[in-house]
């Protein structure tokens, strides 16, 4: 039974039933005639079926209420639920502002957005609002009273609320405003989603969108059938296509023709096998020029793991090829005269004998270049090395590599030279190109050279042989007097390997002490020609060969660097050993020391003297400095400053070998120097050689007029003493007076 009548209904159809059952019920029993007795009885059995028939009625009806709020209350049930799940499903929760009580409703989602508890969180406005990101706040409760104010039915905002453990998340809230029937706002129900990955998911997009709008590199994006849905402006830049232009057409638009089949299965193949390759391609542009890229290729697989899209990231690498080809040249070749260098001259020497051909291999190296650079400058010698370089390149034929090796180097390499003489018939061309005079800013300069030459295959079959058997035949053409050329034999490998092996025992003479120092006494010519001091000579007193001439390992120890260390050790030797003499009573005024040039030009020498003279204890005015001639015209300048260091520590000086090198008198009278020493080659022709007694007097003339003392060296004769003497020259050295010895031998004549 179902009652589907409202509550006035019903109430009315009682009332009408319940007067038709009075009515009715009295007329039947009046017309029935009953006694009074059981008209009493029958009257009790009517009221009661009538009470019975009501509750009856009344049960019915209640039970029938009972069962529809059951089933109301089941629906709401399942409406919540599913509201709930939806919500939870989108992680988003629900709040309800009750605008009558004032109160909020956060659902326990809204709340674990946030990290709290629905107590945690609390139940009012407040809670909402005291949470909000500074910078946020005013923004969110003035959307939302302008949401009141001007009865928007609908809300949407976006604010920052602050988690429990301090963060604060990106909300996404949406609410709908429901106004009662008098227009004024109700309730203010609504759901909200975090949506803080949401945002930075955005950011990320919003920057990989700038990068790809403004990096330098390419970009291209094709579909899975390698149709172009995407390019970037730098794109545009390299290739000269305009969006517009390429999208919906193949990369195959951009082929150079340059690659052939095999390079692309190749790209595919890695494509296929490891979703990248990455390399160099050559491609086109839409002006039609071919040009380099450094490219790489990657394919972009869908959640489902299907190929979607093919990404390619590429640069213009035109000017790095350039570069690199500058860089190339620039290693390989000299960057003055613009010849092969070392580098690429070696290589071509390889070449050649790999490809087993004859030829000849030529080391050409300026004769006395040292000179005018130091006297005309460097920018004079580089020009002169151009043009040198010009005159010897314009000479020769292109099969022939001509290469600058360094300094005033060159090489040259023919390998057109099957025999000696056509390798002799070159180098004399060479000599005869390098006869006629340069001409430099107005100054006529004439060079010479020697060249050292070496056969192969016979001289060898490695570019490190070749080389330094022509770098053997070259020192024998220097030692021949130069400008003239010289072929490698084996004797010349022999010496050097003797050179090396001496070179290796002097170092460790050095540290045995095996050299000597030797006194070589210095007379006065006039009078009775007594010995007023000495100089001190190294000498080596080899453990196998005995005592080695100084002609044999000064050079190499020059060439190789130890004679700085051989002058710190005769210093100190000397100094020690005049300190000696003094003891002892004997009488010299001086003793003399070499300083080679080496040691001259670190700079260093006043400090190395000043520190033997405090160490030894030597009286600084019995010490004397020989300083060579050339020495001191490598640079003039510092040279002054150098030598007026030494002076003022109070030691004498001199010029050694004067004569040989190219002094100016300007500079020569600015020295603060004691002595002039006549080199002995002007001596030895004394007094017969006119030429040699031209420049001896010369030399003591010179001497006199700036007031020096003159020193002669070499004297071996009586005749040669005497006329020096009449020359006026005052002082004398030689076998003629004595040979050079040791401490102990010379004692007695430093006593006599």
């Given at each position: 039974?179902?009652f589907?009548?409202?509550?006035?209904q019903?109430?009315l159809?009682?009332?009408?039933?319940?007067?038709?059952?009075?009515?009715?019920?009295?007329?039947?029993?009046l017309?029935?005639?009953?006694?009074?007795?059981?008209?009493?009885r029958?009257?009790?059995?009517?009221?009661?079926?009538?009470?019975?028939?009501?509750?009856?009625?009344?049960?019915?009806?209640?039970?029938?209420?009972?069962?529809?709020?059951l089933?109301?209350?089941?629906?709401?049930?399942?409406s919540?639920?599913?509201?709930?799940l939806?919500l939870?499903?989108?992680?988003e929760g629900?709040?309800?502002?009750?605008?009558?009580?004032?109160?909020?409703?956060?659902?326990?989602?809204?709340?674990?957005?946030?990290?709290?508890?629905?107590?945690?969180?609390?139940?009012?406005?407040?809670a909402?609002?005291?949470?909000?990101?500074?910078?946020?706040?005013?923004?969110?409760i003035?959307?939302?009273?302008?949401?009141?104010?001007?009865?928007?039915?609908?809300?949407?905002?976006?604010?920052?609320?602050?988690?429990?453990?301090?963060d604060?998340?990106?909300?996404?809230?949406r609410?709908q405003?429901?106004?009662?029937?008098?227009?004024?706002?109700?309730r203010f129900?609504?759901?909200?989603v975090d949506?803080?990955?949401r945002?930075?998911?955005?950011?990320?997009l919003?920057?990989?969108a700038?990068v790809?709008?403004?990096?330098?590199?390419?970009?291209?994006?094709?579909?899975?059938?390698?149709?172009?849905?995407?390019?970037?402006?730098?794109?545009?830049?390299?290739?000269g296509?305009s969006?517009?232009?390429?999208?919906?057409?193949?990369?195959?638009?951009?082929?150079?023709?340059r690659?052939d089949?095999a390079?692309y299965?190749?790209?595919?193949?890695?494509?296929?096998?490891?979703?990248?390759?990455?390399?160099?391609i050559?491609?086109?542009?839409k002006?039609?020029?071919?040009?380099?890229?450094?490219?790489?290729?990657?394919?972009?697989?869908?959640?489902?793991g299907?190929?979607?899209?093919y990404?390619?990231?590429?640069?213009?690498?035109?000017?790095?090829?350039?570069s690199?080809?500058?860089?190339?040249?620039?290693?390989?070749?000299?960057?003055?005269t613009?010849?092969p260098?070392?580098?690429?001259?070696?290589?071509?020497?390889?070449?050649?004998?790999?490809?087993a051909?004859?030829?000849?291999?030529?080391?050409?190296?300026?004769?006395?270049?040292?000179?005018?650079n130091?006297?005309?400058g460097h920018?004079?010698?580089?020009?002169?090395?151009k043009?040198?370089?010009?005159?010897?390149?314009?000479?020769l034929?292109k099969?022939?590599?001509?290469?600058?090796?360094g300094?005033?180097?060159?090489?040259?390499?023919s390998?057109?030279?099957?025999?000696?003489?056509?390798?002799?018939?070159?180098?004399?061309?060479?000599?005869?190109?390098?006869?006629?005079?340069?001409?430099?800013?107005?100054?006529?300069l004439?060079?010479?050279?020697?060249?050292?030459?070496?056969?192969?295959?016979?001289?060898g079959?490695?570019?490190?042989?070749?080389?330094?058997?022509?770098?053997?035949?070259?020192?024998?053409?220097?030692?021949?007097?130069?400008?003239?050329?010289s072929?490698?034999?084996?004797d010349m490998?022999?010496?050097?390997?003797?050179r090396?092996?001496?070179?290796?025992?002097?170092?460790?003479?050095?540290?045995?002490?095996?050299l000597?120092?030797?006194?070589?006494?210095?007379?006065?010519?006039?009078?009775?020609?007594?010995m007023?001091?000495?100089?001190?000579?190294?000498?080596?007193?080899?453990?196998?060969?005995?005592?080695?001439?100084?002609g044999?390992?000064?050079?190499?120890?020059?060439?190789?660097?130890?004679?700085?260390?051989?002058?710190?050790?005769?210093?100190?030797?000397?100094?020690?050993?005049?300190?000696?003499?003094?003891?002892?009573?004997i009488?010299?005024?001086?003793?003399?020391?070499?300083?080679?040039?080496?040691?001259?030009?670190r700079?260093?020498?006043?400090?190395?003297?000043?520190?033997?003279?405090?160490?030894?204890?030597?009286?600084?005015?019995?010490?004397?400095l020989?300083?060579?001639?050339?020495?001191?015209?490598?640079?003039?300048?510092?040279?002054l400053?150098?030598?007026?260091h030494l002076?003022n520590?109070?030691?004498?000086?001199?010029?050694?070998?004067?004569?040989?090198?190219?002094?100016?008198?300007?500079?020569?009278?600015?020295?603060?120097?004691?002595?002039?020493?006549?080199?002995?080659?002007f001596?030895?022709?004394?007094?017969?050689?006119p030429e040699d007694?031209?420049?001896?007097?010369?030399?003591?003339?010179?001497?006199?007029?700036?007031g020096?003392?003159?020193?002669?060296?070499?004297?071996?004769?009586?005749?040669?003493?005497r006329?020096?003497?009449?020359?006026?020259?005052?002082?004398?050295?030689?076998?003629?007076?004595?040979h050079?010895?040791?401490?102990?031998?010379?004692?007695?004549m430093?006593?006599?």
């Open positions: 039974m179902k589907q009548r409202s509550p006035l019903l109430t159809l009682y009332l009408l039933a319940a007067l038709l059952w009075l009515l009715c019920s009295d007329a039947l029993l017309g029935l005639g009953l006694d009074r007795d059981h008209l009493a029958y009257q009790l059995l009517k009221g009661l079926a009538f009470i019975l028939f009501t509750g009856l009625l009344l049960y019915c009806v209640l039970r029938q209420y009972q069962h529809q709020q089933l109301i209350r089941r629906h709401i049930k399942h919540e639920e599913r509201l709930t939806a939870d499903s989108a992680q629900l709040w309800d502002w009750d605008m009558t009580s004032d109160r909020v409703f956060y659902s326990g989602r809204y709340c674990s957005l946030l990290g709290y508890t629905p107590e945690q969180f609390g139940n009012s406005r407040a909402w609002e005291e949470r909000l990101h500074p910078d946020d706040r005013e923004q969110a003035q959307r939302v009273q302008n949401l009141f104010e001007q009865r928007t039915p609908y809300y949407e905002g976006t604010y920052r609320l602050r988690h429990q453990n301090g604060y998340r990106w909300l996404l809230a609410g405003l429901l106004l009662d029937e008098a227009g004024q706002p109700l129900i609504g759901t909200t949506i803080t990955q945002r930075a998911d955005e950011d990320s919003r920057q990989a700038a790809f709008d403004s990096t330098q590199e390419g970009v291209l994006v094709t579909d899975r059938h390698q149709h172009i849905v995407h390019v970037n402006p730098a794109f545009n830049r390299i290739t296509y969006a517009e232009e390429v999208l919906g057409k193949t990369p195959v638009l951009f082929k150079s023709g690659h089949r390079f299965q190749s790209l595919w193949h890695a494509l296929e096998q490891r979703g990248s390759w990455s390399g160099e050559w491609n086109r542009r002006s039609g020029e071919v040009f380099p890229m450094w490219q790489c290729l990657r394919s972009i697989h869908d959640e489902s299907n190929l979607s899209h990404v390619a990231v590429f640069s213009d690498i035109s000017a790095l090829k350039r690199q080809h500058e860089l190339d040249y620039l290693a390989h070749h000299d960057p003055l613009t010849l260098n070392r580098l690429l001259f070696g290589e071509r020497i390889e070449q050649a004998v790999q490809r051909q004859r030829g000849a291999l030529l080391l050409i190296d300026l004769d006395h270049f040292k000179i005018i130091e006297s005309l920018n004079t010698g580089d020009q002169l090395l043009l040198i370089g010009e005159r010897l390149a314009g000479s034929g099969q022939l590599t001509l290469a600058r090796l300094g005033d180097e060159f090489g040259l390499l390998t057109d030279c099957a025999q000696a003489a056509q390798a002799s018939a070159l180098a004399q061309r060479l000599l005869e190109c390098l006869a006629e005079p340069f001409s430099i800013q107005g100054e006529t004439f060079i010479g050279a020697s060249i050292g030459i070496s056969l192969f295959p016979d001289d079959d490695s570019v490190e042989q070749l080389l330094r058997n022509a770098d053997s035949a070259l020192f024998r053409a220097k030692s021949s007097g130069r400008q003239t050329f072929f490698y034999s084996q490998t022999i010496l050097a390997r003797q090396v092996k001496l070179e290796a025992e002097l170092r460790q003479a050095l540290e045995q002490d095996q000597r120092v030797y006194y070589q006494p210095i007379h006065h010519l006039s009078g009775d020609r007594r007023l001091g000495v100089e001190a000579l190294v000498r080596w007193q080899h453990p196998e060969r005995g005592l080695v001439p100084p044999e390992f000064i050079p190499m120890a020059e060439d190789s660097g130890l004679i700085g260390a051989i002058d710190t050790w005769v210093l100190e030797q000397a100094c020690a050993q005049m300190c000696d003499w003094q003891t002892r009573g009488e010299l005024k001086f003793v003399a020391v070499n300083v080679s040039s080496r040691l001259f030009s700079g260093e020498l006043d400090l190395q003297v000043a520190r033997v003279l405090a160490q030894t204890g030597l009286d600084p005015a019995h010490l004397e020989e300083v060579t001639e050339s020495a001191v015209m490598d640079d003039p300048d510092r040279a400053e150098l030598l007026q002076r520590l109070g030691v004498r000086l001199a010029i050694d070998d004067f004569g040989t090198g190219y002094s100016s008198l300007a500079r020569l009278k600015r020295l603060p120097v004691d002595k002039l020493k006549l080199d002995q080659s001596v030895r022709g004394l007094p017969d050689d007694a031209a420049i001896a007097r010369a030399v003591v003339t010179l001497g006199r007029s700036l020096l003392h003159v020193l002669a060296e070499g004297i071996e004769q009586e005749q040669q003493a006329f020096l003497l009449d020359l006026g020259c005052d002082f004398g050295q030689g076998y003629w007076f004595g050079p010895q040791p401490a102990d031998q010379l004692l007695p430093a006593t006599a």
